[in-house]
């Protein structure tokens, strides 16, 4: 089972839709999670860490549930700006992943007029 | 701009060539990365400096070597090119390994092995 696992998509969703995540995580003893976005062609880029309480940020509102070893990211009223491919990110724990960022394979997302 | 700077961004090899990627950040970050990405793959970690003088081994180090040089810089060296090593290539760096504050990345080298 890969530690860290997405839909890769791709999701193609009209301006003004509402598009959720999803993401399931393999270690239960991470400790920390984030959302990053990459661009066609470009680096990463962090968009928001995950808190156990969920956190809001703007229009994205991202999820944690730890017993289900679960992450979400959820984007409202989207723009043809958020299109990119979002990437579930789990701080590993453990063997060689310990300390150490771990990637999702990203979720394509396509917001078109 | 502060950030992470690597170089090149392009660069195509025959098999069996050597090349080092450099990496430089001026953050004054102690934990540096190497990651590389291939479709469908995700971001796998090459090899990482949790801090200056220290090296260790990532999920798929074979095939490279890696200095830490000083605080600001780390490489990644390919001894003898493969074309399985064609890939975008990806240096970051952190606070301290393990930080809950993200990976700043560089903008990645794109490396053609033919």
């Known amino acids: 089972r890969k530690e860290v696992e997405q839909d890769p998509g791709p999701f193609n969703v009209p301006e003004g839709a509402t598009v959720a995540f999803n993401c399931t995580y393999s270690n239960s003893a991470s400790q920390s999670f984030f959302w990053y976005r990459q661009d066609c062609r470009k680096e990463p880029k962090l968009l928001m860490s995950v808190y156990s309480s969920g956190n809001e940020d703007g229009r994205f509102t991202a999820q944690l549930n730890r017993a289900s070893q679960y992450i979400s990211l959820l984007i409202r009223d989207s723009k043809l700006s958020d299109s990119a491919t979002y990437l579930c990110v789990v701080n590993g724990a453990g063997g060689t992943s310990y300390g150490k960022l771990t990637f999702g394979q990203g979720t394509i997302l396509t917001v078109h007029p | 701009n502060a950030g992470v700077t690597q170089t090149p961004k392009f660069q195509v090899l025959k098999t069996g060539q050597s090349m080092t990627l450099q990496c430089a950040q001026d953050?004054?970050?102690?934990?540096m990365y190497w990651y590389r990405q291939d479709p469908g793959m995700g971001l796998r970690l090459i090899y990482y400096s949790a801090s200056e003088g220290t090296t260790d081994k990532g999920e798929v180090p074979n095939g490279y070597n890696v200095s830490r040089l000083n605080k600001r810089e780390f490489s990644l060296r390919l001894e003898s090119a493969a074309p399985s090593q064609t890939s975008v290539y990806f240096c970051?760096?952190?606070?301290?390994?393990?930080?809950?504050?993200?990976?700043?990345f560089g903008s990645g080298t794109r490396l053609t092995v033919v």
């Open positions: 953050m004054n970050h102690n934990s």
């Open positions: 970051a760096s952190s606070e301290v390994v393990g930080g809950d504050y993200g990976y700043t």
